[in-house]
Every structure is written in C-alpha cells, then in structure tokens.
C-alpha cells in the first residue's frame, strides 16, 4: 500500500497541473488584453513655459520633449491648490486655468529644472508650476477677470494656449 501512495500523489499532482495549465492558457489572453481605455504611459521631458506677445493676443508655450497627446486645460472655479499637498497657490490673477500633462516625468533623469513661476504679460498675469505628483504634471495660468483662451493647440512638442490682451 505504501508504495502506491506516491504513485496515486503524483497522478493526483499532474492531473491538478494540466487543470492549471489549461487555465492558465485560457485565461492569459484576457488577462493581458489591457481595456481600451488604459494606455501606455510614454514619458516626456518638459522644457519649459514661455509667455510672449503674439500680436492681439498673449500666448502660453508650454514646451516639450515629444509631442505629448494626454493634457487637458480647465477652467479652475475656486482658487488653485496644489497636487499632493492641497494647500492654496500664491498666484497673481483672479481667473485661472490648468494644464494638466499626465506621464509628466522622465525615467531617464531629465526632470524639469527651470522656473516654478513665470511672470505674465497682456491678460495673462503669472503662469506657476502647480504640481509633479504622481506622474501628473501640472500647472495654472491665472489670468485677469474674464480672460477665456482664445486657442488652445498642439504644434509639434509646444502647447499653445492663447488669451486676448487686454
């Protein structure tokens, strides 16, 4: 009896290991099939904000390593705060915008060195870096009361947002 013990062990073990085997199979295409709504996340190096007079209106560059496809830019109804922390942003102007980059860092050491606020000129009055948390990089522009973009588009690697001067 003794020596069939190990025999009916190992019978028991493989017919366990085909069952996985034949799950595994089964179910490592849905697994690896990602829902369409997640993307790769393709890091970019941010360059830099620049706020320049373009003739009747004043433009926002906000410029980067790559074509970057995952910004959004939203009207702010309440004052700025900022990522991670919550606490409210100094920020010259009474109306604000966020321009939201996700996969904002760079694993290959090339973070953002440059200035944290850039002064404004025309309806814009000061563009500051709101936050890099969490591969999220952000930052708000704020504006003088009533300023609404005029354009906002990609060009290449450089953001464009444009406001009327005023």
Not at 21 to 29: I, Q, S
Request: proline fraction near 7%.
């Amino acid at each position: 009896m003794t020596s069939r013990t190990p025999v009916r062990g190992l019978r028991r073990a493989a017919a366990v290991g085909a069952v996985m085997a034949g799950l595994l199979g089964a179910l490592a295409p849905a697994a690896s099939a990602a829902p369409a709504s997640v993307q790769e996340c393709e890091p970019f190096t941010f360059y830099g904000v620049q706020v320049r007079d373009a003739g009747t209106k004043t433009a926002v560059d906000l410029k980067y390593s790559r074509p970057v496809q995952d910004v959004t830019v939203r009207e702010l109804t309440e004052p700025p705060i900022q990522d991670g922390s919550g606490d409210r942003i100094k920020i010259k102007g009474t109306d604000w915008y966020e321009v939201r980059m996700l996969c904002g860092y760079d694993w290959y050491g090339n973070p953002y060195h440059g200035p944290r606020r850039v002064p404004g000129r025309g309806g814009v009055e000061e563009v500051v870096l709101n936050g890099d948390f969490e591969g999220t990089l952000s930052w708000v522009i704020g504006t003088k009361a009533g300023m609404f973009p005029t354009s906002i588009r990609h060009n290449g690697s450089t953001l464009t947002i444009e406001f009327p001067k005023r």
